[in-house]
Nanobody, 124 residues
Framework: QVQLIESGGGLVQAGASLRLSCAAS????????MGWFRQAPGKEREFVVG????????SLPNSVKGRFTISSDNAKRTVYLQMNSLKREDTAVYYCAVQTSSGSCWYAPNYDYWGQGTQVTVSS
């Protein structure tokens, strides 16, 4: 089993920054892939970005490209999502997840473990 705990969400004004953290515990996950997703009210869960523990990250969707950055600290078993220049449309619950098998990293059902989510609300 893998446990994931997200933190760092909150209510901010447009243009502000937030850094989300996802701390992993449980079985060894050094060969797994970590992804960040978000889900806005009434919308499907959307892939934001992912990273392997070797440090290889995926491309980002145009909606967040140039504003969001993913990084990891293997010693702390923690993945971070740095979000800058936040916009109202970034408002969502943000989830981190672990993928243990092959398959598209963009597809939520391919992930085996999920955190509880952290709310990010951006006001104008």
């Amino acid at each position: 089993q893998v446990q994931l705990i997200e933190s760092g969400g909150g209510l901010v004004q447009a243009g502000a920054s937030l850094r989300l953290s996802c701390a992993a515990s449980g079985r060894a996950i050094s060969s797994y892939f970590m992804g960040w997703f978000r889900q806005a009210p009434g919308k499907e869960r959307e892939f934001v970005v992912g990273i392997s523990w070797s440090g290889d990250s995926t491309s980002l969707p145009n909606s967040v490209k140039g504003r969001f950055t993913i990084s990891s600290d293997n010693a702390k078993r923690t993945v971070y999502l740095q979000m800058n220049s936040l916009k109202r449309e970034d408002t969502a619950v943000y989830y981190c997840a672990v993928q243990t098998s092959s398959g598209s990293c963009w597809y939520a059902p391919n992930y085996d473990y999920w955190g509880q989510g952290t709310q990010v609300t951006v006001s104008s």
